[in-house]
Structure formats: C-alpha cells, structure tokens
Nanobody
Framework: QVQLVESGGGLVQAGGSLRLSCTASGRPFNRNAMGWFRQAPGNEREFVAAINWSGVATYYSDSVKGRFTISRDNAKNTVYLQMISLKPEDTAIYYC?????????????????WGQGTQVTVSS
C-alpha cells in the first residue's frame, strides 16, 4: 500500500520559514516525479512546485518562485519543500503528490498518489 506522509507544517509569522517533508512508503519513487500542491479555504487545489525523478529539473508557480525550493533525497524516498519569506497568502493545506511519470508535471490530474496534507498558517 502506497502512502505519502507530509510533515513540517505549522504556524509562522510573515517573513518566516518552514520546511515541509514528504516521505513515501510502499514502493520506491526514485524514478518518478513528485510535486507539492496547496489548497486554501474556498479555493481549488493549485500547483506549487515539482521535481523530476533525478532532482535536476524543478518547476515553480509564479507565486512562490524565488521563495520556495523543492528538493528530494531518493535514498530516503523523501521530497522537501523549503519555504522562506512566507506571506499570509501562503496559508493553505499543502499536499505532496507523486506521479508514475519521470518528468515534471504541473497538472494535478497527472499525479497518481497523494498525501493527506499538512496545514501551513502564516500570520500577518
């Protein structure tokens, strides 16, 4: 049974930092792209960042580019999202996702496995 488990969310003041982790179990994902999405109350789930199977290629939404960094450790079957200069509009539930594809995808429906999400709240 495949599981993605996120951790690292919490409450932080504007301008602060958090690092999210997502550890996969049940099968290796070292040949698969992975991504982070987020969903704020009343909004649809949106793309945040993605990384290809090797970690060489990354892609970010315009709203987080320059502030968030996605990375992965295939030996640990884990992907990370380092977030700095956080803003109140970053407040959302953050979801980790994995696709069976090796290449980066920005499209929610192309991801096959999802975590339960971790809450990030940024106070002003």
């Amino acid at each position: 049974q495949v599981q993605l488990v996120e951790s690292g969310g919490g409450l932080v003041q504007a301008g602060g930092s958090l690092r999210l982790s997502c550890t996969a179990s049940g099968r290796p994902f070292n040949r698969n792209a992975m991504g982070w999405f987020r969903q704020a109350p009343g909004n649809e789930r949106e793309f945040v960042a993605a990384i290809n199977w090797s970690g060489v290629a990354t892609y970010y939404s315009d709203s987080v580019k320059g502030r968030f960094t996605i990375s992965r450790d295939n030996a640990k079957n884990t992907v990370y999202l380092q977030m700095i200069s956080l803003k109140p509009e970053d407040t959302a539930i953050y979801y980790c996702a994995a696709t069976i594809r090796p290449t980066v995808s920005l499209i929610l429906n192309e991801y096959d496995y999802w975590g339960q999400g971790t809450q990030v709240t940024v106070s002003s």
